[in-house]
């Protein structure tokens, strides 16, 4: 979805939103059960999920002496092993979907360098692209809403589905 702002050979190199620290591992990607099916029949036959209500985690092993978590789906020489069929979540990245004042808003995550170091305008641009097939996909899949974090910045609004009528 990102393919003009980001290219599969930079996320390959870079490979940070794979890592996590026990302070960011809230970001892990969301799974649901028909994904968490397909990484057991086709990816990773032993993987182990952490269940939630709608969806699951992904059980993330802390590396030895070091507060770091790789994704169980990282190949360390190219990327994701997933590619195509990665989560959501991972799909957007460093789009994020947050909820502010009730309204789903997408913003951008501070760690990524590569999108980080784009023109805002471009980011701006790719961020109106995507974002009326995130909000729709958000809609179905609340799970991938987060609460909103103020170093995020705000790139594109969800429309507002009520009418105001003056009485
Ligand atoms: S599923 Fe793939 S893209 Fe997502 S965190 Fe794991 S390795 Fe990275």
Redesign the pocket.
């Known amino acids: 979805m990102l393919e003009g702002l980001l290219s599969k050979a930079e996320c390959a190199a870079c490979?940070l939103?794979?890592k996590f620290d026990s302070y960011d591992l809230w970001q892990?990607?969301v799974i649901y059960k028909s994904l968490a099916s397909r990484i057991l029949q086709e990816y990773a036959p032993h993987m182990t999920f952490v269940r939630r209500e709608e969806h699951f985690l992904?059980k993330m092993e802390k590396e030895p002496g070091a507060d770091v978590y790789f994704?169980p789906?990282?190949d360390q020489e190219q990327?994701?092993?997933?590619g195509d069929d990665?989560?959501f979540?991972?799909a957007i990245w460093p789009f994020m979907v947050m909820e502010l004042c009730g309204r789903k808003v997408l913003t951008l995550s501070p760690a990524c360098p590569v999108v980080n170091g784009r023109k805002f305008d471009d980011v701006c641009i790719a961020a109106q692209a995507a974002a009326a097939e995130v909000f729709a996909f958000a809609d179905s899949h609340p799970e991938i809403v987060r609460p909103f974090l103020d170093d995020h910045p705000i790139l594109a609004v969800e429309k507002s589905r009520y009418k105001t009528t003056l009485v």
């Not at 990327?79 to 997933?82: D, L, Q, S, V």
């Open positions: 490979r939103c794979c892990t990607p992904m994704c789906l990282l990327g994701c092993i997933m990665k989560p979540d991972c």
